[in-house]
């Protein structure tokens, strides 16, 4: 199904990783922003080199502001050793775009986003 509106598609909705610690932000569709429908024939999050294409190793992005990050504590996947794989900045109950008291705690986590450095590591 494909998304109908610019808050869906084009605001980040969670931040996933891939094993060399490269983030990248999705839509409501698990797709990358901008992206309004569902086709992993385009884009598919589970092979590593099409996460490579769009992602990025942030300095100090560490599992305690993940945390901070997080919707809450069921906001958050992990891997088979404990470490964070994907965190949600909302939820349908928390949605700045059913909701708009919602908007001032996600902008919050929006702008902590926007301070983080990029660690330029070798390709």
């Known amino acids: ?3 109908s509106d610019f ?3 084009n605001f980040p909705n969670a931040i996933a990783r891939d094993p060399e610690i490269r983030w990248y932000a999705f839509n409501r569709e698990y797709m990358p922003l901008g992206w309004h429908k569902k086709d992993h024939s385009v884009f ?5 080199e ?3 294409k769009i992602g990025s190793n942030y300095n100090s992005l560490t ?3 993940l945390l901070v990050l997080a919707d809450g504590p ?3 996947d992990r891997d088979e050793h404990g470490k964070i794989t994907r965190i949600w900045f909302y939820s349908d109950g928390s949605n ?3 909701d708009s008291k919602n908007y001032e705690p996600y902008i ?5 986003l926007g301070k983080l450095e990029v660690n330029r590591i070798a390709e």
């Open 63 to 65: 599992e305690k502001h």
């Open 50 to 52: 099409e996460i490579r």
């Open 44 to 48: 598919n999050p589970t092979k590593l």
């Open 7 to 9: 808050f869906r598609i």
């Open 108 to 112: 919050k986590k929006i702008k902590k």
């Open 74 to 76: 069921n906001s958050t």
């Open 1 to 3: 199904m494909a998304l």
């Open 96 to 98: 700045p775009n059913i």
